[in-house]
Nanobody
């Protein structure tokens, strides 16, 4: 059974940092596109960042560019999201996703076929 498990969320103050992790199990995800999305209450799920299968290419949403960094360790089947200078508007449930048919950068959520259960990030002002 394929599983993506996020961890690292929590309650922090504005300006703080968090690192989210997404561990994949059930099959190897090295070499496939991975991404992070988030969903705030009353809002649609939005793209945060994506990384290619090799890890050489990344893309971030304009709202997090310069503050969030996506990376991966294929040997550990794990993807990370380093979040710095957090703002209250970053408060959301963060989801990890895998697009098993692709190796390139993927932004559209409907191209991802595996999703984690989400981890809550709350940033207080």
């Amino acid at each position: 059974q394929v599983q993506l498990v996020e961890s690292g969320g929590g309650l922090v103050q504005a300006g703080d940092s968090l690192r989210l992790s997404c561990a994949a199990s059930g099959r190897a995800f090295s070499g496939v596109a991975m991404g992070w999305f988030r969903q705030a209450p009353g809002k649609e799920r939005e793209f945060v960042a994506s990384i290619s299968g090799s890890g050489r290419s990344t893309k971030s949403a304009d709202s997090v560019k310069g503050r969030f960094t996506i990376s991966r360790d294929n040997a550990k089947n794990t993807v990370y999201l380093q979040m710095n200078s957090l703002k209250p508007e970053d408060t959301a449930v963060y989801y990890c996703a895998a697009a098993s048919k692709y190796t390139v950068l993927i932004q559209r959520p409907n191209w991802y076929d595996y999703w984690g259960q989400g981890t809550q990030v709350t940033v207080s002002s």
